[in-house]
């Protein structure tokens, strides 16, 4: 899943502890901003790594259960830096979508999470997490009784062909492409097998079954034992066949979780209130506590984590979504020991930030092993909330992923986690590529600006021209996104979708996947990568396939070195006094909205 705004999302365990040590981070206006550094670490992200579990009908039935201390009623507020890029389900593929989602929509399943940050597939819409069969290849699900949307309307099977079949269309550009493709073909031919519902045809029988109007079998034709898991993701939550309005459907959706919208000012705010179709008896994960949330937008890292430090007001009742604890206060909410109890959380994130290398444009191995040397790691996830925001990236795979070795370090991040300048410029020296001008996108947030003058300044200092290029935060993947974006160099974020490498290295690195909207936004296409993915996919030993993704991913860095890892992601949130429920997740790697209440 793409990273969206000023920093991280998906992630491990959750605690937060207090004390007294050393962090130094930046933009502190001349002050050192010393705290104790009890930030998470690395084998705090081991935990990610275990496999989900799958849960049964039991586990799937709904009420969820009660939140310790919870009490109904109010208004939450929450601060958010920027506008949402997409509200249609089927365009989702970033962090702060996700929260949104696990408000207003629902899917075919979704994950419960313990207090220990344990994962497991239950159903959602479905009674349970799936029925397999035929060696992995046939997956059955049966739809919850009494199931509607926010408009009364009932749910039934041709609602969830319909949102699968949508997932086709052509202006479906931005959301995930995993059951697109194991349904009709690797890489963009699935879009060659079916071009979507709008002209009236479905997908066979042989590929997606609706015998009844309960019943949704899919057909594989190889075994495909995570599709439960995949099925959680916010991209293939239900659409209902009849309120779809295709194109404008991204600006006006139809609820079907406890949530909906009722009203919303793109770029400025927008109001949830209760969803009285939502029928909590059919749901064994989300809660209903609050009587709404005010969205406020326009907020950066810096005014969220002030305002909800000073504990004035309405910010009593205001929350993150995925805000992070600014570098610059870093200090005083780690200096404030009640805060810090009661009104934080923490937890390491699966998302490694990474400079992409268009390789349609910088075309030069050399000098893409020069930049990726000279890049200033620490300097750059200090600028992200220091200690607490992340640590120097030594490699594609985060921590969080199976396969994970932190011994591999192919631009020398252990050492000069800060910047190698005099080995980048050496290659510099040796391609002749002193002068020569790239351009730099980046976003229009306080953070990327920041991190825009400290990677051109390294850069500057091995010789490079560096044209900076500010674009716009809320449409940044899809703007870096297109495959004719004009740009040299771009960071993104990019973290698994569950434990797997399977999620991480074809959907950034598969050269058939390239398309407007694509995940691999270096655009590369090598031919032992490409055929690489598609053998190691074919792999049913969960250990080999481990080892292979690891070992493809060391080829991708050392031969091609189409992205250079900068940092991993940590998450450091505060929150109002009167805000209840608060709890890392695992699974969105922020706050777990599904659990807030109001204390009072």
Not at 40 to 57: E, N
Not at 130 to 157: F, M, P, Q, R
Not at 209 to 219: A, I, R, S
Not at 237 to 263: F, L, M, Q, R
Request: one cysteine or more.
């Amino acid at each position: 899943m793409r990273l969206f705004r000023n920093r991280t999302a998906t992630a491990a365990i959750v605690a937060v502890a207090t004390g007294a040590l050393t962090l130094t981070a930046c933009g502190g206006g001349g002050s050192d901003n010393s705290a104790k550094d009890n930030s998470k670490q690395k084998d705090d992200a081991k935990s990610q790594s275990k496999p989900v579990q799958i849960g049964d009908v039991k586990a799937s039935t709904g009420p969820a259960p009660d939140v310790a201390g919870a009490t109904a009623g109010g208004t939450a507020i929450v601060y958010q830096e920027a506008d949402f890029s997409h509200l249609d389900p089927g365009q989702i593929y970033v962090s702060d979508g996700k929260l949104l989602s696990r408000l207003i929509y629902r899917g075919l399943t979704q994950y419960s999470e313990d207090d220990k940050g344990n994962l497991t597939v239950v159903g959602d819409l479905a009674t349970d997490a799936g029925k397999v069969s035929d060696g992995g290849k046939t997956w059955t699900y049966t739809l919850k009784d009494d199931l509607k949307d926010e408009n009364g309307k009932a749910i039934d099977s041709a609602d969830i062909r319909h949102t699968i079949e949508r997932m086709y269309s052509s202006y479906i550009t931005d959301g995930p492409t995993y059951l697109q493709q194991w349904l009709s073909g690797a890489g963009t031919t699935y879009r060659k097998a079916y071009s979507g519902p709008d002209k009236g045809k479905h997908l066979p029988d042989d590929v997606l079954e609706t015998p009844d109007d309960k019943t949704v079998v899919f057909h594989f034709k190889d075994a495909q034992p995570d599709l439960p898991q995949m099925l959680t993701m916010p991209g293939y939550s239900v659409v209902p066949e009849e309120s779809d309005t295709k194109e404008k459907y991204d600006s006006d959706p139809v609820a079907t979780g406890p949530y909906k919208i009722a009203e919303f000012k793109p770029g400025k705010s927008m109001k949830l209130v209760k969803n009285d179709q939502w029928d909590a008896k059919s749901d064994s994960v989300r809660h209903q506590y609050v009587d709404g949330f005010d969205i406020e937008m326009n907020h950066d890292d810096e005014d969220q984590t002030k305002t909800l430090l000073a504990d004035q007001g309405e910010a009593k009742n205001a929350m993150m979504f995925t805000g992070q604890v600014a570098t610059t206060q870093l200090q005083a909410v780690v200096g404030d020991k009640d805060a810090m109890d009661n009104r934080t959380i923490q937890g390491y994130a699966p998302y490694v930030w990474q400079l992409n290398f268009n390789l349609d444009r910088v075309k030069d191995k050399k000098l893409r092993d020069a930049i990726s040397l000279a890049l200033p790691a620490t300097s750059v996830f200090k600028a992200d909330g220091g200690a607490y925001g992340g640590e120097a990236a030594n490699s594609l795979m985060s921590p969080t992923t199976p396969g994970y070795d932190e011994s591999y370090d192919p631009f020398n991040r252990s050492k000069k986690p800060n910047g190698d300048i005099e080995a980048a410029k050496k290659l510099i020296e040796e391609g002749g590529f002193k002068g020569k001008k790239l351009v730099y996108a980046y976003g229009n947030t306080p953070v990327r600006q920041q991190q825009a003058v400290l990677i051109a300044d390294a850069l500057g200092k091995i010789g490079l021209d560096i044209q900076k290029k500010e674009i716009d935060s809320a449409t940044w993947y899809e703007q870096v996104g297109k495959v004719d974006n004009g740009y040299d160099l771009y960071m993104t974020g990019w973290g698994q979708d569950w434990p797997s490498a399977s999620t991480v290295i074809p959907p950034s690195y598969d050269g058939t996947q390239i398309q407007d909207g694509s995940a691999n936004y270096a655009h590369i296409n090598d031919d032992h990568v490409n055929s690489e993915i598609v053998r190691i996919q074919k792999i049913t030993d969960t250990e080999e396939a481990t080892k292979a993704w690891a070992e493809l991913n060391e080829y991708i860095s050392e031969k091609i070195n189409p992205a250079a890892p900068i940092y991993y992601t940590k998450v450091f949130q505060i929150f109002g006094s009167n805000v209840g429920g608060i709890r890392y997740s695992s699974d969105s790697s922020y706050v777990d909205v599904t659990r807030i209440f109001l204390k009072k």
